[in-house]
């Protein structure tokens, strides 16, 4: 088992956004999280990168066992430099170029000489299509190749697990398929992923595993066949019926 | 060191009573420079290319010196210029002993404030969307109308912050208008301050009385804020 | 008054003999906005801070900074100061050259108009890049260091030069207290003239302060061009989002400093 999570809660306010949210994945696994909007599933995301810190839970990663709610600068360290985050709107340092994007991790997060993180920055670029735009600034960049770049620094710090946040739902139409390819070519080649999104049809082709979550608990999961084609839960079925097409019928999308 | 408290409670109410010159020789400044300072804007933003530059050159010129100059200046220069044009007129007027230093004072100060006025209208002009035009002339309004039912008002509200700046920084700025001997806050209270040595006191006091009035002025454009930008809706609680 | 003829010819004629004196006028200016850039980056640090003492204590020194009239501000360090040390330490401050008090004003104002001015561009920085840095291995302060203070140095860049010159041009009040500076030689050179060539004088200041002025916006212009590396591209997108950038900062222009 590579990452156990156990009784994940967060509130904003009085608002409950996550109430006990449990999962666990293994290497090469490739997790998708669906739910409607306001579901909690960015917040889960988030949570386990610590870019918001949960009420209560505990992560257990690669051995090591932390508290989500009261884990030390430490800690919050070590799982950042074995995770890695695609953010929905890229973040990409708008001062850095594509290659400086890449490379800040390893030579200032990690200590690495520059020479070799511009050799595994390089690796990364081409690996995502863009070794050619190495030099350009993120405003120099379509949304699409920003995006690419986005994972291109993820992948670059060859972490433990990807965490994708709604990483297409920024871009348009005509776009989404370039970064969707990459991420299923990772995906084919073994990386670890979580992916909270809305793209159904990347859940059912690449996800080893789905979790339908809304109003802050799992309400069900299992392989993307089950879930797609014979879901157990109302709320389940409700939201498939809606973001699918209007002609969907359960299994349609296996045919 | 002992404040002399006495002394400073007897000459805050002397320098409070420079607070009237002080507001209206602000206010007045407002006001004239207002009409000027809308033209200048416009001017700026849809003038010929001649007037473009005149009116950045005007504009670049005020902003880019130091307003004790231009007091220094004026107050040399108006009163020669004022006493040719009276004698041109042949009326026997002594210029130099019947035009109160108040009145230069205001020419001073709308002279700037035109200025800087004129740049916070032009910002505020530029931030209002082009569709609202394009929507107002869609229904039919000519140009001059749907300047003043809606791109006037709304960015009216979004100068007001900036008018607010303009109009402190005018009351702090009036403060040198007793280079031009004018009896407003910082004249009395630089009097009593040489009077008695009790320099502390004195400019503490004078402070003090800058406090009060920036901030009932600035209270006062925070109201004006609410009611007038009530159509920003989820802006104001 | 006589009605002597005003003399172009002087103008230029003063102007050498003033010049000698920029200098001091340049001292105070660049000393203030260094010391006061510090105090800024306190200040503005203060402010960001969730400690509510010292963001009571950083947003009082603001608000009354900007309520005080330059001048009164002046004119209580330049004769209160002197008597506050003489009586607390025994200090005699009289031998103190004048400039230092005129520095010590205009580092207080400075100071307080700046912060605002640096904690706004702090702010117009998208928390997403922090989270990206921190995400991909950056402790928090190099997050801060690395990633987030450089943009925001950008976008404070042109607010920095509107309080530059703003700076500059108070700086002229440094002659009230007898600083012999530009504006300070031009008093002495229209009292050797027994008052006369008040005009021209103090025509040829304002050329003076007048050129500085656009030399300074020229030399932040070029600065930011060479700085922003198609940064501001994005910045531009992301202000055209209402809300992102206080509404000051959109006019380009600090009419508050």
New interface residues.
């Given amino acids: 088992m590579l990452m156990q999570i156990r009784g994940v809660r967060k509130s904003f306010g009085d608002h409950e956004v996550l109430r006990d949210v449990n999962m666990e994945l293994d290497r090469g696994d490739v997790i998708t999280i669906l739910g409607p909007s306001g579901s909690g599933k960015t917040t889960f995301l988030r949570c386990l990168n610590f870019l918001e810190q949960a009420d209560g839970g505990t992560m257990e990663l690669a051995g090591d066992k932390i508290n989500l709610a009261s884990a030390s600068k430490k800690e919050i360290a070590s799982v950042r430099k074995k995770t890695a985050f695609v953010f929905q709107n890229y973040n990409l340092f708008a001062n850095k170029t594509a290659l400086e994007n890449v490379t800040l991790g390893l030579t200032a997060g990690r200590g690495m000489d520059k020479a070799k993180a511009e050799e595994i920055g390089r690796k990364a670029l081409e690996k995502v299509g863009l070794l050619e735009r190495a030099g350009y600034y993120p405003a120099q960049l379509s949304g699409g190749q920003q995006q690419r770049v986005g994972i291109a620094r993820a992948v670059a710090a060859a972490p433990d697990v990807i965490l994708f946040d709604e990483p297409t739902s920024a871009l348009d139409p005509e776009l989404v398929g370039e970064v969707l390819a990459v991420m299923k070519q990772l995906a084919e080649e073994g990386v670890t992923m979580i992916v909270v999104t809305h793209e159904m049809k990347f859940a059912r082709d690449v996800a080893t595993h789905v979790i339908f979550m809304a109003d802050g608990v799992v309400v069900e999961e299992g392989s993307s066949e089950e879930i797609f084609t014979r879901p157990k839960e109302e709320r389940t079925k409700r939201f498939l019926k809606r973001v699918l097409p209007e002609d969907y019928e359960e299994g349609a999308l296996f045919i | 060191m002992e404040l002399d408290y006495e002394f400073m409670q007897k000459t805050f109410f002397e320098v409070w009573q420079g607070a009237g010159v002080t507001l209206s020789l602000t206010a007045l400044s407002l006001l004239i420079a207002t009409a000027p300072a809308f033209y200048l804007a416009v001017l700026r933003l849809r003038g010929s290319t001649a007037s473009r530059s005149i009116a950045r050159l005007y504009v670049s010129f005020v902003r880019g010196t130091p307003i004790i100059l231009q007091i220094l200046l004026l107050y040399s220069l108006l009163p020669s210029i004022l006493n040719v044009l009276v004698k041109a007129a042949g009326l026997d007027f002594n210029i130099f002993e019947s035009v109160s230093p108040f009145w230069y004072a205001v020419v001073v100060f709308s002279l700037n404030t035109t200025a800087l006025l004129a740049e916070v209208f032009r910002s505020a002009l530029l931030a209002i969307p082009k569709g609202q035009l394009e929507a107002g002339l869609s229904i039919g309004l000519s140009e001059l109308t749907t300047y003043v039912r809606v791109i006037i008002p709304q960015a009216l509200v979004v100068a007001l912050p900036n008018i607010c700046n303009v109009t402190v920084n005018l009351i702090k700025g009036t403060s040198l208008a007793f280079l031009m001997t004018v009896k407003d806050v910082m004249a009395i209270g630089k009097v009593s301050a040489s009077y008695g040595y009790n320099y502390i006191e004195a400019y503490v006091d004078v402070f003090v009385v800058y406090l009060v009035l920036c901030s009932i002025v600035q209270v006062l454009y925070r109201f004006a804020e609410l009611r007038l930008g009530a159509f920003r809706g989820n802006d104001w609680n | 008054?006589d009605?002597r003829a005003f003399d172009p010819a002087m103008i230029v004629a003063v102007i050498p003999d003033l010049l000698r004196f920029l200098d001091v006028t340049l001292l105070v200016a660049i000393t203030s906005i260094v010391l006061g850039s510090l105090g800024g980056i306190a200040l503005a640090w203060m402010k960001l801070s969730k400690k509510r003492v010292l963001f009571a204590i950083a947003e009082a020194y603001i608000y009354?900074m900007?309520?005080?009239?330059?001048?009164?501000?002046l004119?209580?360090v330049f004769?209160?100061l002197p008597?506050?040390l003489?009586?607390?330490f025994g200090f005699n401050a009289n031998t103190v050259h004048r400039a230092v008090f005129a520095i010590l004003t205009f580092t207080l104002l400075f100071s307080a108009y700046i912060s605002e001015v640096f904690r706004a561009a702090y702010l117009a920085v998208?928390k997403?890049?922090y989270?990206?840095?921190?995400?991909?291995?950056?402790?928090?302060w190099?997050a801060v260091f690395?990633?987030v203070l450089?943009?925001a140095a950008?976008i404070a860049l042109p607010n920095f030069g509107n309080a530059t010159?703003n700076l500059m041009?108070?700086?002229?009040?440094a002659y009230?207290i007898g600083l012999i500076d530009l504006?300070g030689q031009g008093s002495l050179i229209i009292a050797q003239n027994f008052g006369a060539y008040?005009?021209e004088t103090?025509?040829a200041?304002?050329l003076i302060?007048?050129i500085l002025?656009?030399l300074i916006e020229q030399a932040f212009a070029r600065l930011e061009r060479r700085l922003d590396?198609?940064?501001s591209?994005?910045?531009r997108?992301a202000a055209k989002k209402p809300g992102f950038l206080p509404?000051?900062m959109?006019?380009?222009?600090a009419?508050?400093a």
């Fill in positions: 008054m009605t009354i900007r309520c005080t009239p330059s001048i009164v501000l004119f209580i004769y209160g008597e506050l003489f009586s607390f998208p997403g890049q989270e990206a840095a921190v995400s991909i291995g950056l402790s928090p190099q690395r990633v450089p943009q950008v010159i041009k108070e700086g002229a009040l009230t504006i008040g005009i103090y025509t200041c304002m302060y007048w002025t656009l590396k198609g940064q591209f994005a910045v997108d509404n000051w959109k006019g380009g222009e009419h508050g």
